[in-house]
């Protein structure tokens, strides 16, 4: 499996159109960038960027998604061709949403995934951090999580299983904060978690890419021929992608929250990046966008070893290798889905 690129398109007025085999970019009729059609897996735009009618079809006709977002990072419409993989798969995917031993076990796969990896988020911050106290709530923390992650493994429902991540979640988000550079905790302590809009800055950020890990999630899963809207830990709702919802809550905590932690500590983000609006809603600025969607392609370049199939792997690839292991699990050739918790 190949890690192809995913073009990213923040500049406004920006135009994309399809020269012989090539993208290119142009600004006020100005060339600024081509790339081979042939590197690319998705291109996706924010804002107001315009795109070829010609350009559409060639992206439709070679597999490669065409995803519309706001200017921070909502996603509007997505452009795909015709659905690739077996119909028999989402047969199978459909009827198993029928069973609630099924639902359930998934969900509980997907959250121990996540649980797990916020546990390694908050451990890794106790070990770095230079205060005893924070490193001894960090440490509490991570604890609560272990024991979490035991009632997990017994929860009967649905219900139960959500709020055992509900309350897990609010306790990683309090305890957060302390992993950031004290000098910017001011501006990046998170007050719990929120969205739309999100209410300061390290929400701000955060919103920003889960956004771009939903879409590659989302590719993921239709990759193997999944259904992304049928999933088994979040309802099913119109218009919502629950399977890719669900296959990305094990990697929030790899491929964004520690990016994002990254990103503060080393001063690559700072709060003059973030526009303050009235009524209390933050967004992160143009620039600060583009250095931020650089960063996140650097992010999944990193190499890591798959703990289930004990071979190394750029992190990016993840996503499509768990998605693979999810069909197996539908199609029955699994006893159970094995989220992707590396050391």
């Known amino acids: 499996m190949q890690l192809l690129n995913t073009l990213y398109v923040t500049q406004p007025e920006s135009y994309l159109h399809l020269d012989n085999d090539t993208l290119r970019i142009e600004i006020e009729r100005e060339t600024r960038l081509r790339v081979p059609l042939h590197h690319l897996s998705a291109v996706i735009c924010f804002g107001h960027v315009l795109v070829s009618p010609i350009l559409m079809h060639r992206l439709a006709d070679e597999g490669k998604s065409l995803v519309l977002l706001d200017g921070r ?5 997505r452009l795909e061709g015709a659905v690739s993989g077996n119909v028999l798969l989402r ?16 969900a ?10 916020c546990r390694q988020v908050l451990l890794r911050g106790a070990r770095e951090t230079g205060r005893e106290e924070d490193n001894t709530t960090l440490s509490a923390t991570a604890d609560e999580f272990a024991r979490a992650l035991a009632r997990l493994e017994h929860a009967p429902d649905l219900d139960v299983v959500r709020g055992i991540e509900g309350d897990a979640a609010k306790r990683y988000f309090a305890a957060l904060g302390l992993i950031v550079r004290p000098e910017a905790r001011a501006a990046f302590t998170p007050a719990g978690r929120t969205r739309r809009p999100p209410l300061d800055r390290m929400n701000a950020l955060l919103s920003f890419l889960y956004a771009l890990l939903m879409n590659d999630c989302r590719s993921a899963v239709e990759s193997v021929g999944l259904d992304p809207q049928i999933g088994f830990l979040h309802a099913v709702r119109p218009g919502r992608a629950a399977l890719a919802l669900d296959l990305m809550e094990e990697f929030r905590p790899l491929l964004a929250d520690r990016l994002a932690l990254t990103l503060i500590n080393r001063r690559q983000v700072d709060a003059e990046d973030f526009d303050l609006r009235p009524g209390g809603a933050v967004h992160l600025k143009d620039h600060a966008r583009k250095a931020v969607v650089v960063a996140y392609q650097e992010r999944k370049q990193e190499v890591l070893t798959h703990p289930l199939l004990d071979t190394s792997m750029a992190l990016g690839l993840a996503p499509f290798v768990q998605a693979r292991l999810l069909a197996r699990a539908v199609r029955g050739d699994a006893e159970v889905y094995v989220p992707f918790t590396p050391k």
Request: proline share 0%.
């Open 73 to 77: 990072g909502r996603f509007k419409a």
């Open 108 to 117: 509980k796969s997907c959250i121990a995934g996540k649980l797990k990896n």
């Open 91 to 106: 047969i199978d995917q459909h009827s198993r949403l029928a069973s609630a031993e099924f639902c359930v076990a998934v």
